[in-house]
């Protein structure tokens, strides 16, 4: 596997985009949305992400040389077998150059082995896993806007710096679940805080009423919910339901975003806070791409809605740049430019395939504070700069850090 992957990488550093090498497969570069259309991370990922990925597109149509942009999408059902299936097909009969989005972590540490083996690009946007860029890391892979790392680990460090001292998790069993309960844990402890217990639900639990009782139970001043989607409302609304309010214990949310907030409402969402990779008021550029996504929609678009435009823009920008779609060349652009547009001002794709740019940490308003919109419904509370939100590459387990 490192053989193959080093071996990889060689090919990529050393290709040469020249005249020879300035078509397109076909005339047509193909893309593919592959996310959750009808389960629990829907809301967030979904039909936005198609959105997302078209406003990218028309925004780039003609600019392209004179190749025709081809967007399919398609719902894996948060199954990686179903997953793997709909990718196999779109690259060996349909061919699709490059997968966006994904969703589930499982679903995509699946994918991300195929485009591996058949070495096109998939870029991801919605899985959190931070497995993506460390141990299960690849050439072909580039892990765009959050992970369980950044998320987790930001989110510790405010907590801890406003109190927080012992810490209960209740956590979705699965790989992004876990891998953020272990960022999680290893933060806190490394600052002298106290680990009072863990418990996993699988996702899609309706009654968290047991979770809930325990994490009560254990005495803990920090309840994680180390979750997200329908599954991350449901929990909090049943925890308000047993009086779970206020500071002590305080709920926290690291992964979840402006979509779940507004799910929740202002009653019940009041005071939360959360590690964002996109904040709709933050500058012109983000405003605009939220009144274009509102135009389109009707809602405003999560993070992982404004990844995936941005990925998509930035992808189809690397084709133009080297002159054609094929992998190699494609990837090697996006290594070496920097990503500025309206989901980030100044990202950078390092080698281990994590695009590093500032993440936000958030709060959520309450019904009595002012809002300009329906969608106004969480505040700036301060940046984390991308350096220090994202793992170092010296304390990562990819190969490709080397």
């Not at 460090?157 to 810490?167: F, Q, R, S």
């Not at 709709?280 to 405003?287: A, I, K, P």
């Not at 002159?323 to 990837?331: F, H």
Request: aromatic content about 6%.
């Amino acid at each position: 596997m490192k053989t193959t992957i080093r071996a990889a990488m060689l090919a990529l550093s050393t290709l040469v985009a020249g005249p020879a090498a300035a078509q397109m497969s076909g005339d047509v570069i193909k893309i593919g949305v592959l996310t959750d259309m009808s389960g629990p991370f829907s809301h967030q990922t979904g039909a936005g992400s198609v959105t997302a990925a078209q406003i990218a597109i028309d925004e780039l149509r003609g600019m392209v040389g004179n190749a025709k942009i081809v967007l399919l999408s398609a719902d894996h059902q948060n199954k990686p077998d179903i997953g793997l299936n709909i990718a196999r097909q779109w690259i060996d009969i349909e061919g699709v150059d490059a997968i966006f989005d994904l969703g589930s972590s499982a679903v995509a540490l699946a994918v991300q082995e195929l485009v591996r083996e058949r070495n096109k690009v998939v870029i991801f946007s919605g899985p959190g896993t931070d497995r993506l860029t460390n141990d299960s890391c690849s050439p072909n892979g580039i892990h765009w806007t959050y992970d369980t790392y950044a998320t987790g680990r930001s989110m510790a460090n405010a907590v801890l710096g406003d109190g927080g001292k012992k810490w209960f998790f209740i956590g979705m069993d699965s790989a992004f679940g876990r891998s953020l309960v272990e960022v999680m844990t290893k933060t806190v402890q490394a600052r002298g805080g106290q680990i009072a217990g863990s418990i996993w639900h699988p996702t899609g639990t309706n009654d968290y009423s047991s979770f809930i009782l325990q994490a009560q139970a254990s005495g803990a001043d920090v309840i994680v919910l180390a979750n997200s989607g329908t599954d991350f409302v449901r929990a909090v609304k049943q925890a308000r339901e047993f009086g779970i309010r206020g500071a002590r214990p305080r709920i926290v949310g690291p992964a979840i975003t402006a979509v779940d907030i507004l799910a929740l409402g202002p009653e019940d969402a009041e005071g939360l806070q959360y590690i964002d990779a996109f904040y709709w008021n933050l500058n012109d550029g983000t405003r605009a791409l939220s009144a274009e996504f509102r135009r389109r929609r009707d809602a405003n678009p999560g993070q992982a809605h404004a990844g995936v435009y941005s990925a998509v823009r930035s992808y189809l920008e690397a084709v133009r740049t080297a002159g054609t779609d094929a992998a190699p060349a494609v990837l090697k652009q996006l290594h070496t430019t920097t990503i500025s547009d309206n989901f980030t001002p100044a990202g950078t794709v390092r080698r281990d395939g994590r695009m590093v740019h500032e993440m936000y940490l958030m709060r959520a308003k309450g019904p009595s504070e002012p809002v300009t919109a329906p969608w106004d419904t969480v505040s700036l509370v301060a940046r984390v700069p991308g350096d220090d939100a994202f793992r170092p590459l010296a304390e990562s387990a990819c190969p490709l850090a080397r």
